[in-house]
């Protein structure tokens, strides 16, 4: 069953990827980014997302990177690659990584989704509001 029908529960284990019952993780490290792309395109189009839209191609998605530096600090509430509801293909905050991809797929029937998505129930968590 595709994961936007049936959402894996808190600590289920959907191919090699790892879910709160909140969020799915999964990490692409393909031959290069561009096969990393290519698979978490296939994925999503075989788990019900085909209806997202994506970057045209990795060069349209590297456009969502951030630039970072060894001296400069990565924006605290930001993610670092491409956000659509509900999902965030990120990059790794490591750049020797080059060649890897996070796929984070949220949970559509969560209480307080769009919040989770956004960050912002995180942030009012955290801040203790």
């Given amino acids: 069953?595709?994961?936007?029908?049936?959402?894996?529960?808190?600590?289920?284990?959907?191919?090699?990827?790892?879910?709160?019952?909140?969020?799915y993780t999964l990490v692409f490290g393909g031959i290069s980014l561009e096969h990393s792309f290519t698979m978490i395109r296939q994925f999503l189009d075989e788990e019900g997302y085909e209806d997202i839209p994506l970057p045209k191609d990795v060069n349209e998605l590297r456009l969502f990177r951030h630039p970072t530096s060894r001296n400069k600090?990565?924006?605290?509430?930001?993610?670092?690659?491409y956000c659509h509801n509900p999902i965030k293909i990120l990059f790794p905050l490591d750049r020797r990584k080059n060649k890897t991809l996070y796929l984070i797929i949220f949970n559509e029937n969560t209480e307080d989704h769009l919040l989770r998505f956004h960050g912002i129930l995180n942030r009012k968590i955290e801040r203790g509001k």
């Fill in 1 to 23: 069953m595709a994961i936007r029908e049936e959402f894996p529960k808190a600590g289920e284990n959907y191919q090699e990827g790892e879910s709160d019952g909140i969020k």
């Fill in 73 to 81: 600090q990565i924006m605290l509430f930001e993610d670092n690659g």
